[in-house]
């Protein structure tokens, strides 16, 4: 079975930095690209942009370049997403999720995790 | 690049069929076939109901339909049941993009 499996909610502080993971099972990790996908409170699906595991290509959207980094291990299936001084707008639900192929719609999601920015 | 454009709201009664259409450009949905449709209940991940297309994954109730007409494309629930009750959001390739482009979601109301 094709899972994705994300890390737990966070709590931060503005200015704090974070990195949260996504873990892939039941396929070959290394071959489809990976989606981050940003869900603000009771708001709709944007795409952050997308990364490669293979060999940690990545494409951000424009709106949201120099705000994140992607990243990726193929040695433990494993994709991130990070930040480096985190602002209470960043408070979110974020999704990964597999393309079957570069800007494809993707098939399966992570559960996603809550990331809450707060002073 | 924009999200694509879908109605706020859709509602029916049960039993009764929706349509929640998805409109966007010739660069997107009016130039392929790769638009997916997907199903979000509160506090839930987002599940794929209709991929490129037409196509349903397995374990997908055959109630759940979709379709395209030039820069729009549809999805269509039969026979409505209180479990569809959702948001519902389409999402495309684009050729003006690699990350692919969302609608901004329809919320569906059971009656």
């Known amino acids: 079975e094709v899972q994705l499996v994300q890390s737990g909610a966070e709590v931060k502080k503005p200015g704090e930095s974070l990195k949260i993971s996504c873990k892939g099972s039941?396929?070959?990790?290394?071959?489809?690209?990976i989606a981050w996908v940003r869900q603000m409170p009771g708001r709709g699906l944007e795409c952050m942009g997308i990364?490669?595991?293979?060999?940690?290509?990545?494409i951000y959207n424009p709106s949201f370049e120099g705000q994140v980094i992607f990243s990726a291990d193929r040695s433990i299936s494993t994709v991130y997403l990070q930040w480096t001084r985190l602002q209470a707008s960043d408070s979110a639900i974020y999704y990964c999720?597999?393309?079957?192929?570069?800007?494809?719609?993707?098939?399966?999601w992570g559960q996603g995790t809550l990331v809450t920015v707060s002073s | 690049q924009s999200a694509l454009t879908q109605p706020a709201s859709v509602s029916g009664s049960p039993g009764q069929s929706i349509t929640i259409s998805c409109t966007g450009t010739?660069?997107?949905?009016?130039?392929?076939?790769?638009v997916s449709w997907y199903q979000q209940h509160p506090g839930k991940a987002p599940k794929l109901m209709i991929y490129?297309?037409?196509n349903r994954p397995s374990g997908v109730s055959d109630r759940f339909s979709g379709s395209k007409s030039g820069n729009t494309a549809s999805l269509t629930i039969s026979g409505l049941q209180a479990e569809d009750e959702a948001d519902y959001y389409c999402?495309?390739?684009?050729?003006?993009?690699?990350?692919?482009?969302f609608g901004i979601g329809t919320k569906v109301t059971v009656l």
């Open positions: 039941g396929y070959r990790f290394a071959s489809y690209w």
């Open positions: 010739s660069s997107d949905i009016g130039d392929h076939n790769y």
């Open positions: 490129e297309v037409t």
């Open positions: 999402c495309s390739y684009t050729t003006t993009s690699a990350v692919g482009v």
């Open positions: 990364v490669y595991p293979g060999d940690s290509d990545t």
């Open positions: 999720a597999r393309q079957p192929w570069q800007g494809s719609p993707p098939d399966t």
